[in-house]
């Protein structure tokens, strides 16, 4: 038999992942996990942001462990479904609108050695819940998240080089590759980050083809040091939705 839990650390399920959030656009996706048992709650877009990001749920809610989340303070809709899930929910400071770097204030990683964001975009709830207890590693990019594929609790995928240079100073393992063999709504290409999320412990899934991306072979190595399988969700190209974000999982009782 098996019971539900809290994933406890963010983005890195410890059993088989139940439910996760991701964006309500991306039908196909949603399919795709449910078909793989796993429960999609539907993140609805924050239509104060411009652009495709109003459709992201790393834009518009991060977890921070166990039932705790920050959630825009403005898209209600998504602050009730959680709610409702028995999640805790910590309304942002800030009213996440607009346009970058404006809308990135929830857009960070949370790792064992820090958290990686864009120290001066960040909500002020997200660095007042972690206070001194976890270091920040500042880098220029705001899309943090959107940038970096979560591996493991030290080792992550970023096409960012200001994100990579922090993670090497800050002793996380990093993975540099090409930019671009991702698609996205309105730019030139999107980020890893948003393309995938992990269904366990050593399972990262990808929204379209991880195959078909030019440093395949890269990644598929530099996960399998750490124990992780990549799985292809569809035959397309990537596509970047704002993440596949792990948020319950099984546990056996």
């Known amino acids: 038999m098996f ?4 994933i406890e650390k963010p983005n890195l399920p410890s059993g088989v992942v139940s439910s996760v959030i991701i964006s309500q656009k991306y039908n196909e996706f949603i399919t795709a996990l449910e078909r793989l048992g796993v429960s999609a709650i539907s993140s609805p877009p924050n239509y104060d942001i411009a652009g495709a990001e109003k459709y992201h ?17 403005n898209n209600h809709a998504l602050v009730k479904k959680l709610q409702d899930l028995g999640f805790h929910v910590i309304h942002s400071e ?14 960070a990683v ?11 975009s960040v909500d002020g709830e997200l660095l ?29 995928i970023t096409s960012d080089d200001g994100i990579y240079n922090a993670c090497i100073k800050n002793g996380i393992d ?9 698609e996205i709504e309105g730019y030139s290409y999107g980020f890893i980050g948003g393309t995938c999320g992990k269904l366990s412990q050593d399972i990262l899934a990808f929204c379209g083809k991880i ?43």
């Open 211 to 253: 195959e078909a991306h030019r440093d395949y072979s890269n990644i598929k190595s530099f996960a399998l040091n750490y124990g992780v399988s990549l799985l292809s969700l569809s035959g397309e190209t990537l596509f970047d939705v704002g993440g596949i974000l792990p948020v319950m999982e099984k546990q056996n009782v």
């Open 128 to 156: 007042k819940y972690f206070g001194s207890s976890l270091p920040i590693i500042n880098v220029n990019q705001g899309y943090a998240r959107c940038s970096t594929a979560v591996v493991s609790e030290n080792a992550v």
């Open 3 to 6: 019971g539900l839990n809290f």
């Open 94 to 107: 800030k009213y996440i609108v607009g346009a970058y770097p404006k809308c990135t204030a929830l857009n």
């Open 174 to 182: 990093v993975l540099k590759i090409s930019s671009g063999d991702i």
């Open 57 to 73: 749920a790393d834009i518009s809610v991060i977890h921070l462990g166990g039932e705790n989340m920050i959630c825009a303070r």
């Open 110 to 120: 949370i790792t064992e050695r820090g958290m990686v964001c864009r120290k001066s």
